[in-house]
Each structure stands twice: as structure tokens, then as C-alpha cells.
């Protein structure tokens, strides 16, 4: 009798222990989830700006729409909202304005010439394609019930200019008279064949406010008095993945 007695007393003892283990874990505060990578996928479609186009230049941004999209290795920091993003993308870079770009017979560098009012000009554009590494910091808040962020991220990239041509269709430029002519040139000289600058995101969900400045100039030679022009882009974005 005193051994089965002392045997309910050990289980009761163990079934005690295991109980106020389990109370102590559940009573345990829980960890935050690890953030899933998101933003994998990346397309904008942007309008563009020159910023110092030279004097009496005027470019059309509304006309001048590009495109941007790139995918994304997104590594989130730990816990944290933070992650970083390094990926590789293509960008069209488009600017339609009632100038031409030519190069100056003395020096030999690249100039834009601004074109004759009195001109009919239907189509005037100048567009510039790179293959690109882009790079951002990101930050993203917890999502809600809707499974949403607010997410901000800033970043730099790199692109290789791999094709360049300008469109032309109107009125001849050098005859000045009612002459429609439409022409497309390859090659242009001149042009810099890296570009670089800082990128900038912000958001809600899988739409996104986007903007690139390049650092670098459009030229690796310009005319005397010419300035070398920079882009800048502003769109909308979409990270669907």
C-alpha cells in the first residue's frame, strides 16, 4: 500500500511539473514573424524630363512616356521591416521635343537645336534603352488585414545604354518648306554609354509613386556653351509579386 501510495504521489508531482511547463509557454511572448520577401517584380511607366536642355529647349513630358521593370532578389533583415533588394531590369528613356540634336561642325560635340516654329512637326523623339542593376533599401510596414504595407524605398542603379535612335516625322527641317519627310536615325554620337543616379519609391500595397535622377550626363561630349543634359523620370509603378 505505501509503495502504489508513493507511485500516485510521483505522477501526481510529474503531472503537476509538465502543467506549469506548459502554463510558462504559453504565458511566453511570441516572436514576431519573419517578413516574407516581397516587391519581386517591378513595372513603371514613367514620363521623362531633361534638366539643362540648353537654352530655348522645350520638352514634352506627357509625350515623352518610357518604361521601367525589373526583377528583384528581396532579402528581408532579420524581424526587422528593413530588407535590401538587389536586381536587373531594361529602361526606355524617351524625350519628345521641337529641337533636334545634332553635332557642332567645329568642336564635334552634341548640341540640341531648337527647330523652327514655323515647322509642322507630327513626331520628335529621342529614345535611349538600357540594360540596368538596380539596388534599393526598402522599408515595409507590418501588412493588415488586407494583407497591405505602406512600404518606402530608396536605391541607386546602373544601366548600359544597348540601343539609341531618334524618330522624326513632319515638315523638312532643312528645306523649310511643306515637305513631310520621315526619318529614323541609329547610333547617335556622342551619348554615354553608362548611366547611374539615385532611385526613390513610396507606396501602398502593390502601387507605387517612382522617380529616377541621373548623375550621370547624357553626353560624353558637348559643344562649347552646350550643357550636358541629365534625365529624370517620374511614373507610376506596379509590384504585383
Not at 540640341?112 to 538596380?134: A, M, Q, W
Amino acid at each position: 500500500m505505501k509503495k502504489i501510495t508513493l507511485l500516485f504521489f510521483g505522477l501526481f508531482c510529474s503531472l503537476l511539473t509538465m502543467a506549469g511547463s506548459a502554463d510558462s509557454t504559453s504565458a511566453a511572448p511570441k516572436k514576431k514573424p519573419k517578413p516574407l520577401a516581397k516587391d519581386r517584380s517591378f513595372f513603371a511607366y514613367d514620363f521623362s524630363f531633361l534638366i539643362n536642355p540648353g537654352d530655348g529647349i522645350n520638352v514634352k513630358p506627357i509625350r515623352s512616356g518610357g518604361v521601367t521593370t525589373a526583377l528583384f532578389w528581396d532579402k528581408p533583415m532579420g524581424r526587422s521591416p528593413i530588407s535590401v533588394a538587389l536586381g536587373f531590369g531594361f529602361s526606355s528613356f524617351n524625350i519628345h521635343s521641337r529641337s533636334s540634336l545634332t553635332v557642332d561642325a567645329v568642336s564635334g560635340g552634341s548640341i540640341f537645336k531648337k527647330l523652327p516654329d514655323s515647322i509642322d512637326i507630327s513626331r520628335n523623339k529621342i529614345s535611349l534603352n538600357y540594360l540596368e542593376i538596380p539596388l534599393e533599401i526598402r522599408f515595409r510596414t507590418r501588412p493588415n488585414t488586407k494583407n497591405q504595407s505602406f512600404k518606402l524605398a530608396l536605391g541607386f542603379k546602373a544601366g548600359y545604354l544597348i540601343q539609341s535612335h531618334t524618330k522624326y516625322k513632319g515638315d523638312d527641317p532643312d528645306t523649310k518648306m511643306v515637305d513631310k519627310i520621315k526619318v529614323k536615325s541609329f547610333d547617335l554620337p556622342n551619348l554615354s554609354s553608362w548611366r547611374y543616379g539615385i532611385t526613390a519609391r513610396i507606396g501602398y500595397g502593390m502601387f507605387n509613386l517612382y522617380g529616377f535622377y541621373s548623375l550621370q550626363g547624357l553626353f560624353t561630349k558637348t559643344a562649347p556653351g552646350q550643357p550636358n543634359s541629365q534625365g529624370l523620370t517620374i511614373g507610376i509603378a506596379l509590384t504585383p509579386y
